[in-house]
C-alpha cells in the first residue's frame, strides 16, 4: 500500500506521534535510507529508555519496529502493520509494552518510568 504523503513528510509524522507518546524516554533520532522512488521506504532509528535502540521502517506502507543488534534485529510486534490502516496511538502503546518487557523493572523504577 502506498501512501499519498512523501517518505520525509511520513518521517516526520511518525518521529511527532513517538515523541508525544514517550516522551523523555526516547531520543536521538536518525532518518535514513529515504527514498520515494521507485516506492516510499525509509528507516527512523532512536535511542529508547537509554537502554535499546529501536529502528522504525516504512516500506510501501507497511511498518514495523525491532531492537537493533548489530546488523540485525529483534522484531517487536505490533497489531498496527499498514501505516494508512494504523491508529499510531495503538501502535506506540503496543511499542511501549513490547520494549518495556524487555528491560528489568529495577531500571524502569530508577528512572522514574515504572
Same mark, same amino acid.
Given at each position: 500500500?502506498? !501512501? ?16 508525544? !507518546? ?9 532518518? +535514513? ?5 521507485? +516506492? ?6 532512536? &535511542?529508547? +529508555? ?8 516504512? !516500506? ?17 510486534? !505490533?497489531?498496527?502493520?499498514?501505516? &494508512? ?19 528489568? &523493572?529495577?531500571?524502569?523504577? +530508577?528512572?522514574?518510568?515504572?
Amino acid at each position: 500500500m502506498q !501512501n499519498k504523503h512523501s517518505a520525509k513528510e511520513i518521517a516526520k509524522i511518525i518521529i511527532k506521534k513517538l515523541k508525544d !507518546n514517550f516522551d523523555e524516554k526516547i531520543g536521538s533520532f536518525s532518518v +535514513y535510507n529515504i527514498t520515494d522512488e521507485p +516506492y516510499s521506504m525509509f528507516n527512523i532509528t532512536f &535511542d529508547a +529508555y537509554e537502554y535499546y535502540f529501536i529502528t522504525f521502517s516504512y !516500506n510501501r506502507g507497511s511498518i514495523g519496529c525491532s531492537i537493533t543488534q548489530g546488523q540485525y534485529g529483534i522484531e517487536l510486534k !505490533n497489531s498496527q502493520q499498514w501505516y &494508512d490502516k494504523a491508529d499510531l496511538d495503538i501502535f506506540c502503546r503496543e511499542l511501549k509494552e513490547q520494549i518495556e518487557l524487555r528491560i528489568p &523493572d529495577k531500571f524502569l523504577e +530508577y528512572n522514574g518510568w515504572k
